[in-house]
Structures are given as structure tokens and as C-alpha cells.
């Protein structure tokens, strides 16, 4: 057996999951072992790779949570379909409110149900942040403003003075 590689036993206690879930998911193509699939012949081990144990947690973490297979395949889809799935996976954090499956990625928040729709998400330190940055251009243009109106009554009241 190869070094990284787990048995549909392991995969199961590892994921939680059980090998009815692991057979049914396997077929319907939602996670298939990555490592070697038995390809329908009987005594032909199943192999799953690390990847595939987290796939199978999340999955099932999902699921247990209320989310229904079809969301979760959609969802799935969207989260799998572009790049490597380990670099996406420890990028993304899934937020699910029991309706959708939200992906989480950097400061951006995505539907993953919707095709990665990109949802409304601002968090209070940025818009502080700007808030601020905001004030300080004010205050500068006031005083710049300030300046300009002072050195304006100047010119004006030394015109006054010449005439």
C-alpha cells in the first residue's frame, strides 16, 4: 500500500463517514479515492489520499449541519472546480446558515451555491479603517482650504492697503 494512501475503513473512521456514504458519494462523483479506485471490480482496495479524507469530513460536516446532497454537490462543484483543491481548501473557510453555502476567502464572501456569486461582506475594522482615512483627507483639505481663504483675505486687505 502506498505510504500516503488510506483504505476505505481508514477513510471512514477518519472522515466519519460511513462506507455507505463513502460508496454512494464515490458513484454519484461528489468524492472519489483519488489514489486508486477499485473501478467496480470486486476485491480491488480503494485508496484515498489526505485530500480526499478532508473532502469527505467537510462533506459530511455539511451535511450533518442540514445541508441537503444537492446543495452540497453544487456547492462542491463550485469550490472544486477551479485550481488545486488543497490550495483552495486551506484559503477557504464555509460559513452555512442551513439555506446556503457560503465560501469565504480572503476578505471576500462568495455563494457557493449561486456560482460563486459574490455576497455582501464588509467587516467594521475596514470601513473604520477607511472612516478614518476619510477624516484625515478632510481635515487636510480643511486646512489646506483654511490656508488658501487666509492667504486670500491677505492679498486682499494689502490691495485695500495700496489703494
Given at each position: 500500500?502506498?505510504?500516503?494512501?488510506?483504505?476505505?475503513k481508514?477513510?471512514?473512521?477518519?472522515?466519519?463517514?460511513?462506507?455507505?456514504?463513502?460508496?454512494?458519494?464515490?458513484?454519484?462523483?461528489?468524492?472519489?479515492?483519488?489514489?486508486?479506485?477499485?473501478?467496480?471490480?470486486?476485491?480491488?482496495?480503494k485508496?484515498?489520499?489526505?485530500?480526499?479524507?478532508?473532502?469527505?469530513?467537510?462533506?459530511?460536516t455539511?451535511?450533518?449541519?442540514?445541508?441537503?446532497?444537492?446543495?452540497?454537490?453544487?456547492?462542491?462543484?463550485?469550490?472544486?472546480?477551479?485550481?488545486?483543491?488543497?490550495?483552495?481548501?486551506?484559503?477557504?473557510?464555509l460559513?452555512?446558515?442551513?439555506?446556503?453555502?457560503?465560501s469565504?476567502?480572503?476578505?471576500?464572501?462568495?455563494?457557493?451555491?449561486?456560482?460563486?456569486?459574490?455576497a455582501?461582506?464588509?467587516?467594521?475594522?475596514?470601513?473604520?479603517?477607511?472612516?478614518?482615512?476619510?477624516?484625515?483627507?478632510?481635515?487636510?483639505?480643511?486646512?489646506?482650504?483654511?490656508?488658501?481663504?487666509?492667504?486670500?483675505?491677505?492679498?486682499?486687505?494689502?490691495?485695500?492697503?495700496?489703494?
Open positions: 500500500m502506498k505510504k500516503d494512501a488510506f483504505t476505505s481508514q477513510a471512514c473512521y477518519l472522515s466519519g463517514c460511513t462506507s455507505h456514504q463513502l460508496r454512494y458519494w464515490d458513484k454519484v462523483k461528489l468524492v472519489s479515492p483519488s489514489i486508486q479506485s477499485s473501478f467496480g471490480k470486486p476485491g480491488v482496495p485508496l484515498y489520499s489526505f485530500r480526499d479524507i478532508v473532502s469527505l469530513k467537510v462533506i459530511k455539511l451535511l450533518d449541519n442540514g445541508m441537503s446532497i444537492q446543495r452540497v454537490r453544487r456547492a462542491w462543484r463550485y469550490l472544486t472546480r477551479n485550481g488545486d483543491l488543497q490550495d483552495q481548501l486551506s484559503k477557504t473557510k460559513i452555512s446558515d442551513g439555506e446556503t453555502i457560503y469565504v476567502e480572503e476578505n471576500e464572501v462568495f455563494d457557493a451555491l449561486k456560482q460563486g456569486q459574490l455582501f461582506f464588509e467587516t467594521i475594522d475596514f470601513v473604520a479603517k477607511e472612516v478614518e482615512e476619510d477624516i484625515s483627507k478632510f481635515e487636510l483639505d480643511k486646512e489646506r482650504f483654511l490656508n488658501l481663504l487666509t492667504r486670500v483675505e491677505d492679498d486682499i486687505q494689502s490691495q485695500q492697503l495700496q489703494a
